[in-house]
Structures are given as C-alpha cells and as structure tokens.
C-alpha cells in the first residue's frame, strides 16, 4: 500500500510542478504515472553514478548542484516518455525544486496517515 501511494504521491508531485514551473509540462494524469515510474528508475540507475561524478561540485555548492542533477534526470526522462516535456535547464531546476517540496509535504502526509 505504501508503493502506491508514494507512486501516486509522485505523480501528482509532477503535476504540480507542470502547473506552476513554465517550461515544464505533463499532458496528463497517466503521463504523469509513466513519468514517476521512469523518473523512479532513472534516480535507482543513473543518479547515484552522477552523484559520484559531481561529488567535488556538489560539497563545494553545499548538495545545491544535486537540484542540476535532478534536473537532468527529468530532461532524460522527458526523452522516454510522450507528453513530458522541459524546455531548458532553468525550467529542469525549477521544478525538481518544486517536485522535491512537494514531495516532501506529501511524505509527511503519507507518514501522518500511517499512524
């Protein structure tokens, strides 16, 4: 039960950010369902390996270049799935800014309604 919801949770995460982030859109609900999915996998696959690469970037911005990381996953997952869409860099680093705040208000829910 907890899988799907936090499927679900990221989903919505990804709507969120492609209502509010300009340069960033999601056509649908199920766009955004295949989009968690991808995204899930990219972060289990390729993140950790561009993290280790970045690593010297990363402790010098103090973990901010990991928003330029995230971006670039959702550019990579853009390129798999049909009706996701980031137009440039700065659109990338906005909403994965916005699906990680999202997602972290939602987590806390999803914590809350497991008590």
């Known amino acids: 039960m907890g899988l799907l919801l936090t499927w679900l949770f990221s989903a919505l995460s990804l709507l969120v ?39 010297p970037i990363n402790l010098l911005t103090l973990g901010l270049f990991t928003l330029v990381i995230n971006a670039i996953i959702l550019w990579l997952a853009s390129l798999v799935v049909v009706g996701m869409r980031v137009d440039g860099l700065l659109s990338g680093i906005l909403a994965a800014a916005v699906i990680s705040l999202t997602s972290t208000i939602l987590s806390h829910l999803l914590g809350d309604l497991k008590k």
């Open 17 to 55: 950010a492609s209502y509010i982030v300009p340069g960033f859109r999601i056509d649908s609900f199920t766009t955004a369902l295949l989009a968690a999915v991808v995204v899930g996998l990219l972060n289990m696959v390729i993140r950790p390996i561009l993290l280790l690469l970045t690593l």
